[in-house]
């Protein structure tokens, strides 16, 4: 009952019933899921012990200038530093079961579309909750590896980018039920971007001539891997 009214505030009657169906799962589930305290659907595991949801990606850029973090094949791929194949929906989902609230969308608030200098200006800040950003994967000879996801990704100028949370400010319904970081595959935005999922409080997230792929850091094109949120409150201080 407590998770459903989390999703009851966190959005629309939508995920009510998405979230009827995730809570059918988990208890369905019995032992087995208390025992790997892991909830697993659509591409998406819930470990709820460690608050934390994990999903799979590949690196989609070595090089360049990049405006996402993370987007979804119907997104802006030429843009983003790492695509995954989940689709927004679950994963949002799968936050309001852990029982993030994200920000409260504002009426006024629509999708940007084309993210360039005129759409930013004016842009205020995401309210939402602080949420880390991590990546795991296997280098070259099979160790696992992992970082904050910042550390694949640096300033135009060549500055490192502080280490630290990202926004979940959870997007947004538009006209007709749809959700806005499905329809435009927005899962995590350098730029500030109402739309999408996660979005960047460090400097710059009102430039989209900033952002760079941190090459030379970065694992090989296509290389499998999982991305790790967790709320950053019960992050372990690294």
Excluded at 57 to 82: D, F, K
Excluded at 95 to 112: D, H, W
Excluded at 190 to 219: F, K, M, Y
């Amino acid at each position: 009952m407590n998770v459903m009214l989390r999703i009851c505030r966190g959005g629309c009657w939508f995920f009510v019933v998405v979230g009827c169906f995730l809570l059918t799962g988990f208890t369905s589930n019995g032992e087995a899921s208390s025992a790997e305290s892991e909830v697993v659907f659509g591409g998406v595991k819930v470990r709820m012990l460690t608050r934390t949801v994990v999903f799979s990606a590949r690196v989609n850029a070595v090089e360049g200038s990049i405006e996402y973090g993370i987007v979804t094949p119907a997104g802006p791929t030429h843009e983003s530093l790492l695509v995954t194949e989940i689709s927004p929906v679950n994963l949002h989902a799968a936050m309001l079961l852990l029982g993030i609230r994200g920000g409260a969308s504002q009426p006024e608030e629509k999708s940007i579309g084309q993210i360039n200098t005129d759409s930013l200006r004016g842009m205020r800040d995401l309210a939402g909750e602080s949420v880390s950003v991590r990546v795991v994967w296997r280098d070259s000879n099979g160790v696992r590896a992992e970082c904050g996801l910042e550390a694949w990704m640096r300033y135009a100028d060549g500055r490192r980018v502080e280490a630290g949370p990202w926004t979940y400010n959870g997007s947004f319904l538009l006209d007709g039920g749809r959700f806005a970081a499905d329809t435009e595959g927005a899962v995590l935005c350098l730029v500030t971007n109402p739309a999408a999922l996660l979005n960047n409080p460090r400097e710059g997230r009102l430039d989209d001539h900033v952002w760079e792929v941190a090459s030379g850091v970065i694992p090989p094109l296509q290389t499998p891997l999982e991305v790790e949120l967790k709320l950053f409150s019960t992050d372990a201080a690294k």
